[in-house]
């Protein structure tokens, strides 16, 4: 009888154990399978670098822009292409049509949607893009960028 009471723990103990790794799992595979951003705040991103010392990227776009929709929903989910830019920048996405994006917009000289900037940890611009990137294309910006 206590043989099959030990047998019934170790195997209770074992699934438990196994269900809590699935799970912790689980959520560290969603964090990391988009890019995480900040959500329409310069002032934010400017403090997050400087105080990580991290280069900035931003994702200036527009609510009715298409490529931009289809940024979001592709490459920005790539799997290699979030981790690249969550360990290498702080992410900020900037709806360039409200809040500060107007006023941004004018002193980036934006005229087209969807922009990639990347910028330096004091807010410098180094680097930028206009238009619809692939996966393996936006990780080869990246890079070109931390190089600048």
Do not use: H
């Amino acid at each position: 009888m206590r043989y099959l009471f030990r047998l019934q723990f170790i195997i209770t103990f074992t699934i438990l154990t196994v269900c809590c790794t699935l799970t912790s799992n689980a959520q560290d595979v969603k964090s990391s399978a988009q890019i995480n951003f900040i959500e329409n705040s310069w002032g934010e991103a400017l403090k997050q670098a400087a105080a990580k010392n991290k280069y900035i990227f931003v994702d200036a776009y527009a609510s009715w822009c298409g490529p931009c929709k289809l940024l979001k929903a592709t490459t920005f989910k790539d799997g290699k292409v979030a981790r690249f830019y969550n360990s290498n920048f702080i992410n900020v996405a900037m709806d360039m049509e409200k809040g500060d994006g107007p006023q941004l917009a004018a002193k980036w000289g934006l005229q087209a949607y969807p922009t990639m900037i990347i910028f330096d940890p004091k807010g410098k611009p180094v680097y930028g893009t206009v238009g619809y990137i692939k996966a393996d294309d936006l990780i080869k910006f990246g890079v070109k960028g931390l190089n600048k």
